[in-house]
């Protein structure tokens, strides 16, 4: 069974950094990976993800550059990079699991039945 645990949120200035992590009970291999953020009243965002092969990675247009996705097979964990943290990123970070999911889809929620409870990032000015 897939079970996935976020960490690594909390409190930063604008213009600080954070790195969220995502933990697999079984394994990254074979799964995409994807981090998804939501707001309070709005609707779930995709953020960045990377490939079951871990071959290619996307982005969401607001965080290409700032945020960067990767994983370490070896233990367990999915990262997100977080930089140039704007007020805009304040939100309660998913990370989720796929197995069977194109490369055009990586950022499609609900190709993702795998979902993690989510860490909150706020990033005060």
């Known amino acids: 069974q897939v079970e996935l645990v976020e960490s690594g949120g909390g409190s930063v200035q604008a213009g600080g950094s954070l790195r969220l992590s995502c933990t697999i009970s079984t394994t990254w291999a074979g799964y995409a990976g994807a981090w998804f953020r939501q707001v309070p009243g709005k609707a779930r965002e995709a953020v960045a993800a990377?490939?079951?092969?871990?071959?290619?990675?996307d982005y969401a247009d607001s965080v290409k550059g700032r945020f960067t996705v990767s994983r370490d097979i070896a233990k367990n964990t999915l990262y997100l990079d977080m930089n140039s943290l704007k007020t805009q990123d304040t939100a309660t970070y998913f990370c989720?699991?796929?197995?069977?999911?194109?490369?055009?889809?990586?950022?499609?929620?609900?190709?993702?039945?795998?979902w993690g409870q989510g860490t909150q990032v706020i990033v005060s000015s």
């Open positions: 989720a699991a796929a197995r069977l999911i194109l490369d055009t889809n990586l950022l499609d929620d609900p190709w993702y039945p795998y």
């Open positions: 990377v490939s079951p092969g871990g071959g290619t990675t």
